[in-house]
């Protein structure tokens, strides 16, 4: 029996709580814990492991019996970690303001502190033995399913630093988060954006609210919002230069302590990316903007205006078309777009869709949005906010669903120590499966104004996450590439440089305000540097990958699975080139940039 009581949402339909979801419609949290009880109970096995771990320590390099002994406690103990960590961090997905929920993942996070902080002497003792020694002990066959990681582990050598100087770091690296914590709150909690007026009343501007009102088909209500949304950056911009500044320069003065030539080669390091791959990216997107510019030649034309403002890029050119997608529809929809890539793959996802690994609907107090967490031991979960009116909800289901289905496939072809698959690799099999939904949807489209609802939507996808993204890379490597030669990261410079970009990638029909520069210094991504233009990379591979499948057979298709199993056991260039794309050369993007103008062009002749 369900409980009555309901909060309304602000388009008048109900939110319930979560006692009044259905079983069926939440996710079976069963493959890691059944209850919370027996978390609690494996919390005090992973805390009560603390006492063993000094045994080890002098150890590792006795003998490889020895160091494989370590590495089996590691990896049992991370294994246990892992399944703790995914359930409570579920458990408070469900509902943020559940007090057991909260009180679970402050446990989890206090014990594993403690845990990590006593292993914290591990990693430098196993990168002092010596190579020769090291060399005799990876022969041997305990050490088998170590190999991966140790040799990774082992390429961090040279940069690191004595005992005494990593303890500093680690003091110290408590600090290094400052600015992105500083700028987080700033911008999410004491900037106060005001309202808005629209033909619906006075409305509330926020961050969360800025993207709903850059849609809004009035013109004149996206650009009050816009003014508005910029002024509260601008009485801060200084600040926000400060932060963003202070934050670049710490990423300097890291890969100048660990040994690296600059910020962008630490950051690329762990994955083993060539520092090309990122210039190759931003050169094919510079060489390929006239695609991107008659995209914004025909938006100038469609929305009627005379100068093509910046409020004026979200607001849909085609709009939204009313179709309601059950859920169970929706996993048929993704079902028939995924044919391609068997029964097997399609039964797997279609059974855990229907079943439950994702938590559907909306809930009070559930986060928003959506993600996958995959595990090793547990099912590869996901969380969504679904809505069966609004056809992007089945893009994301099927984005997850690829997400899910990588996990799942890495965690059963590798032992724990390499499963884990990076993020450089990991947007290539969700962006995958969209471009396969895509498709599907374009060929079977029962209405024009469909067909050009999705053809619109897959190129403003490739718009944000190609485009978009490469402009945000290309960014950071200018601010760092500033940093590290002398130039002072001012407000005006930093003002300087993101104008210039923004007038090379919207192009001559674009019209900037004066604050329109001021983007640059409210980017969440910029404070994690060297992160976006994976995304780009992704999506490139992606749309690779899917042609490659689709015109290929059952080998395209097979290389295509390698790299959903081969999870960490390979480098991301190596793993991808594995499954048929080389993304060290600037080929994928140029091809990616062809699909994008060939979008441009269907839009052109339908719109």
């Not at 002092?128 to 088998?144: C, K, Q, V, W, Y």
């Not at 309202?195 to 996206?222: C, H, I, Y």
Request: hydrophobic share 40%.
């Amino acid at each position: 029996m369900y409980t009555r009581l309901v909060i309304m949402a602000d388009n008048g339909t109900t939110i319930p709580l979560r006692s009044g979801v259905k079983a069926e419609d939440r996710w079976d949290l069963s493959s890691l814990y059944p209850n919370d009880k027996a978390w609690a109970g494996d919390l005090g096995k992973y805390t009560a492991l603390l006492e063993k771990i000094p045994a080890f320590r002098g150890t590792l390099g006795r003998s490889a019996e020895a160091l494989a002994d370590y590495l089996d406690f590691s990896r049992d103990l991370g294994i246990l970690e892992e399944k703790l960590g995914c359930y409570s961090e579920l458990r408070e997905t469900e509902d943020e303001g559940a007090g057991d929920a909260k009180t679970m993942a402050g446990k989890f996070a206090m014990a594993a502190a403690r845990i990590q902080a006593a292993l914290s002497w591990a990693v430098p003792e196993i990168q002092s033995i010596p190579e020769g020694d090291m060399a005799a002990f990876l022969a041997h066959p305990r050490l088998g399913e170590y190999a991966v990681y140790l040799k990774k582990l082992l390429r961090f050598k040279p940069h690191v630093l004595s005992d005494k100087e990593e303890r500093l770091l680690a003091l110290h690296a408590e600090g290094e988060d400052t600015a992105h914590n500083a700028f987080s709150v700033l911008t999410n909690v004491d900037l106060d954006f005001g309202a808005v007026e629209t033909k619906e009343g006075r409305l509330p501007l926020s961050q969360s609210t800025w993207t709903v009102f850059m849609e809004n088909p009035d013109r004149d209500t996206r650009r009050r919002a816009y003014t508005a949304f910029y002024e509260a950056f601008g009485a801060h911009k200084t600040t926000l230069a400060a932060l963003y500044s202070g934050s670049v320069k710490q990423d300097a003065i890291r890969a100048r302590i660990r040994g690296f030539p600059s910020a962008r080669a630490a950051a690329l390091f762990p994955d083993n990316v060539d520092e090309a791959v990122y210039d190759n990216l931003v050169a094919a997107v510079n060489a390929n903007l006239e695609p991107l510019h008659r995209y914004y030649s025909l938006r100038k034309r469609v929305l009627g205006v005379d100068k093509l403002r910046h409020y004026d890029v979200y607001v849909p050119l085609v709009p939204g078309i009313r179709r309601t997608t059950s859920w169970e529809e929706a996993v048929d929809l993704i079902s028939a777009a995924l044919s391609p890539l068997g029964d097997e793959y399609v039964s797997i996802l279609r059974e855990g869709l229907l079943g439950r690994w994702a938590d559907r609907y909306e809930n009070k107090g559930k986060r928003s949005g959506a993600f996958s967490s995959g595990s090793y031991t547990g099912i590869p979960y996901i969380l969504m906010n679904y809505k069966d009116d609004a056809i992007r909800d089945v893009f994301t289901l099927a984005h997850e669903g690829g997400h899910s289905m990588h996990s799942w496939y890495s965690a059963r072809a590798n032992p724990f120590t390499q499963y884990n698959y990076t993020i450089f690799e990991a947007e290539v099999a969700s962006t995958f499966n969209e471009e396969l939904l895509f498709r599907r949807l374009e060929k079977t489209a029962a209405t024009p104004e469909l067909k050009r609802y999705i053809i619109n939507k897959r190129a403003d996808d490739f718009l944000s996450t190609l485009y978009r993204q490469t402009m945000f890379a290309e960014f950071e490597r200018i601010t760092h590439e500033l940093e590290e030669g002398g130039t002072p990261l001012t407000l005006e410079v930093l003002r300087g440089e993101y104008r210039k970009l923004l007038e090379k990638y919207f192009g001559p029909e674009m019209v900037f305000e004066e604050e329109s520069d001021l983007e640059g210094l409210r980017i969440p991504h910029f404070y994690r540097a060297f992160y976006v233009y994976k995304y780009a990379t992704g999506i490139s591979a992606s749309h690779a990958l899917a042609e490659r499948v689709l015109e290929g057979g059952a080998g395209e298709r097979e290389d295509y699975f390698s790299f959903l199993k081969s999870g960490g056991s390979r480098f991301p260039i190596e793993s991808l080139k594995a499954a048929g794309v080389d993304m060290s050369t600037p080929e994928p993007v140029e091809r990616a940039c062809r699909a994008f103008g060939r979008l441009v062009s269907k839009l052109e002749d339908l719109l």
